[in-house]
């Protein structure tokens, strides 16, 4: 089946660690997208990517890295200068040309730092 | 800048009918989009409306579309428990990015 997964759906951190969320898809979509969504906030775009090897700060990059070395896969880091890690994290992909782009959604990764 | 605001909140009985409202800023959008989230999941596309169209219906779900006004509304006819969800509006344009409202969440009471 087509689709976008993410893993682990949920991961616990110590604080000063970094961690690697993992998002594949399998859609042939050349844009992905890596969210956070914290209670009563929506969703903030972290980075993009609109094509391999290419990627752009979102509206809260800071704390954050990624990287885009294969078209199915735009895993994204959470380093240790990211103040307030815990949220869950959302990745997505959608076409890059064309009038809809749609976004479609991963299951989403649950991030706790103790 | 670009902004999307929604209600945060509403609570309707089981079979009546839910309207969630939304309105946004960018006068470019091509696109707007009704996405519905469950606890603890990801985002699925309810619907979407192309720009130059005033409403699009979609079996239970309408669409309506005030340009003018830049409202969007999501109308849930014979709501039911299982559309008890977060619902979030979203604005596309010329950018790959989509703009997301802070989402509403819908309580639906038997």
């Known amino acids: 089946d087509g689709g976008i997964t993410q893993s682990p759906k949920y991961l616990f951190r110590k604080e000063g660690q970094n961690v690697t969320l993992s998002c594949e898809q399998n859609l042939n979509h050349d844009a992905m997208y890596w969210y956070r969504q914290d209670p009563g906030q929506g969703l903030r775009l972290i980075y993009y990517s609109q094509i391999v090897n290419d990627f752009q700060k979102g509206d809260i990059a800071e704390g954050y890295s990624v990287s885009r070395e294969k078209k199915e896969s735009f895993p994204l880091t959470v380093t240790s200068a990211q103040k307030n890690p815990t949220a869950f994290y959302l990745c997505?992909?959608?076409?890059?040309?064309?009038?809809?782009?749609?976004?479609?959604f991963g299951p989403g990764t649950r991030l706790t730092v103790l | 800048g670009e902004d999307v605001e929604q209600s945060l909140f509403l609570s309707v009985r089981e079979g009546d009918s839910s309207v969630i409202n939304c309105t946004y800023t960018d006068s470019s959008s091509t696109y707007l989009y009704w996405y519905k989230q469950e606890p603890g999941a990801g985002l699925q596309l309810l619907t979407y409306i192309f720009s130059n169209m005033d409403m699009k219906q979609d079996q239970r779900l309408t669409v309506l579309l005030n340009k003018k006004d830049k409202h969007l509304s999501l109308r849930i006819a014979d709501t039911q428990t299982g559309d008890s969800a977060i619902y979030f509006c979203a604005e596309g344009g010329a950018t790959n990015k989509l703009i997301f409202g802070t989402g509403t969440l819908l309580a639906v009471q038997p």
């Open positions: 997505a992909s959608s076409p890059r040309t064309g009038g809809l782009r749609e976004q479609f």
